[in-house]
């Protein structure tokens, strides 16, 4: 088991680790923080993709934004993968 509220991205052909940064209120939206590396162009308003969390629950997800030139995400919950 990885550290409690790091997640890995699967979007595309990459996967880019992060962590869980909040949940956003009970809409199904959350906001991810994600490692800068090459792959992120994959992430665009719109792209769907999957989520994995530290306990390795797999759910889908499609990007709502960008927040941050950080590598900051909304993302929402779709189901489970």
């Given amino acids: 088991m990885r550290e409690f509220n790091a997640v890995v991205a699967h979007f595309g052909g990459a996967a880019l680790t992060g962590r869980l940064q909040a949940l956003e209120g009970g809409r199904g939206l ?3 923080a994600l490692d800068p590396v090459g ?3 994959a992430l665009q308003e719109g792209a769907e993709g999957v989520l994995e969390m530290h306990d390795g629950a797999r759910f889908r997800v499609s990007v709502q ?3 941050a030139d950080a590598g900051e995400w909304r993302v929402k ?3 489970r993968a």
């Fill in 65 to 67: 934004e960008k927040l």
């Fill in 77 to 79: 919950l779709i189901g």
């Fill in 39 to 41: 792959g992120d162009a």
């Fill in 30 to 32: 959350m906001r991810i």
